[in-house]
């Protein structure tokens, strides 16, 4: 009886551990069915569509740019891309032989790709015309068909290439405006799905259609009339002056709207050098965003804007009337700075801030930084947003070369004051020099106006954006009495256009390389405006390593005449004088 016991107990447990076991199978086998019905449910049913459908891209159509007045600036023409489906292809060697009759593609390359079955769709030939893709379809074959496709297109060529920028060839955005705007101008691709076989081939007569999403459009702040005067005046400019390049900045002191930026040379964005990728890299590079040099004397506005409102603000020492030493060097710390110009029959005597400006003389602004002192001009400089990004809507803003304040010389400072020992990007110059001149507003620069569909609907508009204060709207005022004075009795003179109220000032600045002066380099330059009295368009002309004459006063000023003259007949402003 005992022993039937011991018999029935282990049956129990050996049952219970059956039980348990199976219980167990099943729990995992219900986890296994739940992962695979919750978790992997879209993976496996995009396999599964894979595997059961051909898929034909329907491409959406990119959206458009236009300048400020409507202007086409970048579109779309109607293209195809060829496909092909190696499964489905019935014979790949005879396939090749009449597609390489028909396309510009050897047969070897078709056969090593008609022959890959790894990939379920095969790319043949991307952006070829209408009639191409015709013949291959009127040729009937099995597993190789067509889809539309956009070609972008640039109706002005190399006008503002480095803005706009480009797309790859599949379309998305590699630089530019382009690659920065390019979630809202992509769109979302769309498809039609066939039913095939297990093989690939298609079967049945019914598709299935998800339509493409078009991109959305932009309207830019350029204007493409400045910016096509712009780019001939500089053009020519680099031909007459035989220089490595030549760059400018035209905006709006009101808001700081971008309405003309030029970065020569260029290259067509309809033919673009896409074999020569390090010509590609320096000819698309936005200079005028992302490269800094020195500014040289145009950077004189801003110390003489601080000298000013300190005189404003009750520092009698920076009176406008003060009359600075006559003496051609100053000795600052061992480093002797001179007076670029001789002064000949005494005009380096009696020199006031108005005459340093006129004769652009460095003595007199190593005079008036050192007296703010470091810690005063440093605020300014902060003010005027040197050392850090204006925060324009383009990517790849570089922030200019600041010495720290902690650490900085005062022979550094002294330097500073008349443009050296400081770089900048020339956006960062023009924008400072619009917040001195506009009433002491700065402003984030802006290249795109709005996003809108083409049907009209806007999706985002931008307006100006205040950032802050640089100086009082008394300071400006007498800043532009002065810096129409350089342009009427100065070194600006050949920026002066007969029946406009011109300012400005020029800059001439030796370049470095590998911490030297390189003989013979310099950057030549003018940074002004008109009116004088209620600036609308201001200008800074960078001409870089001119040859022969290489003063701002006599290769930048005159293309900032120019343009200036060209500007006020396009918007026929003191018609008749001009």
């Given at each position: 009886?005992?022993?039937?016991?011991?018999?029935?107990?282990?049956?129990?447990?050996?049952?219970?551990?059956?039980?348990?076991?199976?219980?167990?199978?099943?729990?995992?086998?219900?986890?296994?069915?739940?992962?695979?019905?919750?978790?992997?449910?879209?993976?496996?049913?995009?396999?599964?569509?894979?595997?059961?459908?051909?898929?034909?891209?329907?491409?959406?159509?990119?959206?458009?740019?236009?300048?400020?007045?409507?202007?086409?600036?970048?579109?779309?023409?109607?293209?195809?891309?060829?496909?092909?489906?190696?499964?489905?292809?019935?014979?790949?060697?005879?396939?090749?032989?009449?597609?390489?009759?028909?396309?510009?593609?050897?047969?070897?390359?078709?056969?090593?790709?008609?022959?890959?079955?790894?990939?379920?769709?095969?790319?043949?030939?991307?952006?070829?015309?209408?009639?191409?893709?015709?013949?291959?379809?009127?040729?009937?074959?099995?597993?190789?068909?067509?889809?539309?496709?956009?070609?972008?297109?640039?109706?002005?060529?190399?006008?503002?290439?480095?803005?706009?920028?480009?797309?790859?060839?599949?379309?998305?955005?590699?630089?530019?405006?382009?690659?920065?705007?390019?979630?809202?101008?992509?769109?979302?691709?769309?498809?039609?799905?066939?039913?095939?076989?297990?093989?690939?081939?298609?079967?049945?007569?019914?598709?299935?259609?998800?339509?493409?999403?078009?991109?959305?459009?932009?309207?830019?702040?350029?204007?493409?009339?400045?910016?096509?005067?712009?780019?001939?005046?500089?053009?020519?400019?680099?031909?007459?002056?035989?220089?490595?390049?030549?760059?400018?900045?035209?905006?709006?002191?009101?808001?700081?709207?971008?309405?003309?930026?030029?970065?020569?040379?260029?290259?067509?964005?309809?033919?673009?050098?896409?074999?020569?990728?390090?010509?590609?890299?320096?000819?698309?590079?936005?200079?005028?965003?992302?490269?800094?040099?020195?500014?040289?004397?145009?950077?004189?506005?801003?110390?003489?804007?601080?000298?000013?409102?300190?005189?404003?603000?009750?520092?009698?020492?920076?009176?406008?009337?003060?009359?600075?030493?006559?003496?051609?060097?100053?000795?600052?710390?061992?480093?002797?700075?001179?007076?670029?110009?001789?002064?000949?029959?005494?005009?380096?005597?009696?020199?006031?801030?108005?005459?340093?400006?006129?004769?652009?003389?460095?003595?007199?602004?190593?005079?008036?930084?050192?007296?703010?002192?470091?810690?005063?001009?440093?605020?300014?400089?902060?003010?005027?947003?040197?050392?850090?990004?204006?925060?324009?809507?383009?990517?790849?803003?570089?922030?200019?070369?600041?010495?720290?304040?902690?650490?900085?010389?005062?022979?550094?400072?002294?330097?500073?004051?008349?443009?050296?020992?400081?770089?900048?990007?020339?956006?960062?110059?023009?924008?400072?020099?619009?917040?001195?001149?506009?009433?002491?507003?700065?402003?984030?620069?802006?290249?795109?106006?709005?996003?809108?569909?083409?049907?009209?609907a806007v999706y985002a508009a931008f307006s100006k954006r205040l950032l802050g204060r640089t100086v009082s709207e008394e300071t400006s005022r007498i800043l532009n009495e002065m810096l129409e004075g350089v342009v009427t009795n100065g070194s600006g003179s050949k920026a002066y256009v007969e029946g406009l109220r011109v300012a400005g000032k020029t800059g001439t600045a030796q370049k470095y390389e590998n911490g030297k002066i390189a003989a013979g380099k310099y950057v030549s330059s003018f940074v002004g405006y008109f009116p004088a009295d209620a600036p609308r368009y201001l200008a800074l002309v960078i001409v870089d390593e001119p040859q022969g004459s290489y003063y701002g006063s006599t290769v930048a000023a005159p293309c900032a005449g120019e343009l200036f003259g060209g500007i006020a007949r396009l918007e026929n402003i003191?018609?008749?004088?001009?």
């Amino acid at each position: 009886m005992r022993k039937a016991n011991v018999s029935l107990t282990v049956l129990r447990k050996r049952l219970f551990a059956v039980i348990l076991a199976i219980t167990f199978l099943f729990c995992l086998f219900l986890a296994r069915f739940a992962y695979v019905q919750l978790v992997w449910e879209r993976e496996l049913t995009a396999r599964a569509v894979g595997q059961w459908t051909r898929e034909l891209p329907v491409v959406p159509e990119r959206g458009n740019i236009y300048d400020t007045n409507g202007e086409l600036l970048a579109g779309n023409a109607t293209a195809y891309t060829l496909y092909a489906r190696a499964n489905a292809v019935e014979n790949a060697e005879e396939t090749a032989k009449t597609l390489a009759s028909l396309l510009p593609l050897d047969y070897d390359t078709l056969v090593e790709k008609l022959n890959d079955h790894t990939r379920s769709e095969i790319v043949l030939l991307r952006k070829t015309a209408k009639e191409t893709a015709a013949a291959v379809e009127g040729t009937g074959l099995k597993g190789v068909y067509y889809a539309r496709d956009n070609l972008r297109i640039y109706p002005y060529g190399a006008l503002a290439s480095q803005v706009l920028g480009f797309v790859s060839s599949d379309g998305a955005g590699l630089t530019g405006i382009e690659k920065g705007y390019d979630s809202f101008l992509a769109g979302t691709k769309g498809e039609i799905l066939y039913e095939t076989d297990l093989v690939g081939a298609e079967i049945g007569e019914g598709a299935y259609y998800i339509p493409a999403e078009d991109g959305l459009s932009l309207t830019l702040t350029l204007d493409v009339r400045i910016q096509s005067l712009a780019e001939e005046v500089m053009a020519r400019a680099l031909e007459e002056h035989q220089a490595k390049a030549a760059r400018c900045i035209v905006l709006d002191p009101n808001d700081f709207s971008i309405l003309a930026m030029v970065n020569l040379p260029s290259y067509d964005l309809n033919d673009i050098p896409r074999g020569d990728t390090a010509q590609l890299n320096l000819l698309s590079r936005n200079a005028a965003v992302s490269d800094v040099y020195e500014p040289g004397s145009t950077f004189k506005i801003v110390t003489a804007a601080a000298n000013i409102e300190e005189y404003l603000r009750g520092n009698a020492a920076f009176s406008p009337e003060r009359v600075f030493s006559s003496s051609r060097t100053r000795n600052v710390e061992g480093s002797v700075i001179r007076c670029w110009s001789d002064h000949k029959n005494g005009k380096h005597a009696n020199l006031t801030l108005q005459a340093a400006l006129n004769n652009s003389c460095n003595p007199c602004f190593v005079d008036i930084v050192l007296a703010l002192g470091r810690e005063t001009f440093y605020d300014y400089l902060e003010k005027f947003n040197f050392g850090k990004a204006t925060g324009i809507d383009f990517a790849g803003e570089a922030v200019g070369m600041l010495l720290p304040e902690a650490t900085l010389k005062n022979s550094d400072l002294a330097r500073i004051g008349f443009g050296q020992s400081i770089a900048v990007t020339p956006l960062q110059l023009a924008c400072a020099a619009a917040a001195a001149v506009n009433g002491g507003y700065y402003y984030a620069p802006r290249l795109v106006e709005s996003i809108s569909s083409e049907s009209g609907a806007v999706y985002a508009a931008f307006s100006k954006r205040l950032l802050g204060r640089t100086v009082s709207e008394e300071t400006s005022r007498i800043l532009n009495e002065m810096l129409e004075g350089v342009v009427t009795n100065g070194s600006g003179s050949k920026a002066y256009v007969e029946g406009l109220r011109v300012a400005g000032k020029t800059g001439t600045a030796q370049k470095y390389e590998n911490g030297k002066i390189a003989a013979g380099k310099y950057v030549s330059s003018f940074v002004g405006y008109f009116p004088a009295d209620a600036p609308r368009y201001l200008a800074l002309v960078i001409v870089d390593e001119p040859q022969g004459s290489y003063y701002g006063s006599t290769v930048a000023a005159p293309c900032a005449g120019e343009l200036f003259g060209g500007i006020a007949r396009l918007e026929n402003i003191g018609e008749g004088s001009i």
